[in-house]
């Protein structure tokens, strides 16, 4: 607060930086920023390059009692970097990624991908727009592919949800729309 205090002329901007602090900028910030991918798509891709992630190895470094075996493939241990791209079903699928983008070359470890794709898709182009939402997309379908397939193992109900309704059809409150869309849906949240 002295600083505050000791400013000469006072501007929210100058508050504003003073209390934020500096920090330095990191580079995978405008796969984030410039992205025009889904939030949630934006968010577990945040989570990935973070390595926060809650895979199965990290899972059991924190004492839980899980095995940590990849839920893809149940041969090595699920790190982000299997899960992402040496899985051979995610390896697929980026196989598919990148042929689909003409992109010449193999898959790559994570933090070499991601690399690559700030020195080769700078810039606000079409092609680099197009192959970060692709890249975002990709990462958000396979992190959700592996939860679905933990959820079908423990047997856990995946529940139906439309849109905007999701906090409505978990309420405890009663509500007529929820319910009229779970109707005509026909689906039920199932508890096993």
Same mark, same amino acid.
């Given at each position: 607060?002295?600083?505050?205090?000791?400013?000469?002329?006072?501007?929210?901007?100058?508050?504003?930086?003073?209390?934020?602090?500096?920090?330095?900028?990191?580079? $995978?910030?405008?796969?984030?920023?410039?992205?025009?991918?889904?939030?949630?798509?934006?968010?577990?891709?945040?989570?990935?390059?973070?390595?926060?992630?809650? %895979?199965?190895?990290?899972?059991?470094? $924190?004492?839980?009692? %899980?095995?940590?075996?990849?839920?893809?493939?149940?041969?090595?241990?699920? %790190? !982000?970097?299997?899960?992402?791209?040496?899985?051979?079903?995610?390896?697929?699928? /980026?196989?598919?990624?990148?042929? /689909?983008?003409?992109?010449?070359?193999?898959?790559?470890? /994570?933090?070499?991908?991601?690399?690559?794709?700030?020195?080769?898709?700078?810039?606000?182009?079409?092609?680099?727009?197009?192959?970060?939402?692709?890249?975002?997309?990709? !990462?958000?379908?396979? /992190?959700?592919?592996?939860?679905?397939?933990?959820?079908?193992?423990?047997?856990?109900?995946?529940?139906?949800? %439309?849109?905007?309704?999701?906090?409505?059809?978990?309420?405890?409150?009663?509500?007529?729309?929820?319910?009229?869309?779970?109707?005509?849906?026909?689906?039920?949240?199932?508890?096993?």
């Amino acid at each position: 607060m002295t600083d505050v205090q000791q400013m000469d002329n006072f501007h929210i901007k100058g508050l504003y930086q003073r209390l934020q602090g500096q920090f330095p900028k990191v580079e $995978w910030r405008k796969l984030i920023l410039n992205n025009q991918g889904a939030p949630k798509w934006k968010f577990i891709f945040r989570l990935a390059i973070c390595d926060r992630l809650a %895979t199965r190895d990290r899972i059991a470094r $924190w004492g839980i009692n %899980t095995t940590p075996l990849c839920a893809l493939c149940n041969i090595c241990n699920e %790190t !982000v970097e299997h899960l992402l791209f040496e899985c051979e079903v995610s390896g697929s699928i /980026w196989k598919k990624v990148l042929r /689909w983008q003409t992109i010449p070359r193999g898959n790559m470890v /994570w933090q070499r991908e991601i690399q690559w794709v700030i020195r080769n898709y700078k810039g606000r182009s079409n092609g680099a727009a197009v192959y970060k939402v692709a890249m975002t997309a990709t !990462v958000y379908y396979v /992190w959700q592919e592996k939860s679905e397939n933990i959820s079908i193992e423990g047997k856990i109900s995946r529940c139906y949800t %439309t849109g905007d309704h999701t906090r409505d059809l978990f309420s405890s409150k009663p509500n007529t729309k929820a319910s009229s869309i779970r109707e005509e849906v026909g689906l039920l949240p199932i508890i096993v």
